[in-house]
């Protein structure tokens, strides 16, 4: 974060910004303090957790003022990403390839491609428990967030416009009555002390940046296809992703909505 220096703080005239991502590894295989269950308890578990953390993100990053803050969604996996050389040809086609995530994964501790017989078991403990399936929740729940910040933060603007709009009719009632005063007595008048009332600081800007979709159209740009399906290599969609990300910043910069 950029603190202004003591005594220096109008010479800051832009925003800090932020880029956070809370990684696809909350998961169940990542949290073993989660209860190991056959059914889907443990997983609401991490949901939950999960959702703590947010809050507790935002509790601490919203008070800071002069600050934009994107969350950019968790990118989706390709559990068969080692049989998939090129882009998917629209996200149609991306969302029809992709169903069944948690069921393809199992089903890769079958293929000696992937895994050795004597890896088969750990393998199917693990794949079940690397939670994919909680991505697009996980993504959900920063979009509801952030979007309540985002409500509130206009609030607070609104009051704070409105207290800035009524010191200046102040400011030009009491200029009004001293050049009425001056032009009748012949001298200035005194004035009284103003009644100011202190503005209250408007929290930081949330914004949501959606990756998921352009991501979910590349199973073709892995890190190691066959053994890492989640992870992607350089440059491939991490251009993608910051041409997005200067997007949003030319459209918030114009004063234009931006995309999510």
């Avoid at 969302?95 to 491609?113: F, S, T």
């Amino acid at each position: 974060m950029a603190t202004p220096v003591k005594g220096e703080e109008e010479s800051v005239n832009q925003d800090t910004i932020i880029i956070l991502n809370a990684g696809a590894h909350w998961s169940r295989h990542e949290l073993p303090m989660i209860p190991h269950s056959k059914d889907l308890g443990d997983q609401r578990l991490v949901e939950r957790a999960y959702s703590r953390m947010i809050d507790l993100n935002a509790a601490r990053l919203s008070p800071i003022a002069r600050t934009k803050i994107f969350y950019r969604t968790t990118s989706p996996g390709h559990p068969s990403c080692h049989n998939q050389d090129e882009p998917y040809t629209s996200l149609e086609a991306a969302h029809a390839g992709e169903r069944n995530l948690v069921d393809r994964l199992i089903a890769l501790a079958d293929d000696p491609r992937i895994t050795t017989p004597e890896m088969r078991q750990e393998m199917l403990s693990q794949r079940v428990r690397w939670d994919w399936d909680l991505f697009v929740p996980h993504n959900k729940l920063w979009k509801k967030r952030i979007a309540e910040l985002q409500q509130q933060r206009a609030a607070q603007q609104r009051k704070a416009d409105a207290q800035e709009e009524l010191d200046r009719r102040q400011k030009e009632e009491q200029e009004r009555q001293r050049h009425h005063h001056k032009q009748h007595s012949g001298r200035p008048k005194t004035d009284s002390e103003p009644h100011w009332v202190e503005v209250e600081e408007v929290n930081a800007q949330w914004y949501y940046l959606d990756i998921w979709d352009m991501s979910l159209q590349r199973p073709d740009a892995h890190l190691k296809p066959g053994k890492d399906c989640l992870h992607y290599c350089l440059p491939s969609v991490f251009n993608e992703w910051i041409h997005l990300f200067n997007h949003e910043l030319y459209l918030i910069e114009n004063g234009k909505p931006p995309t999510a």
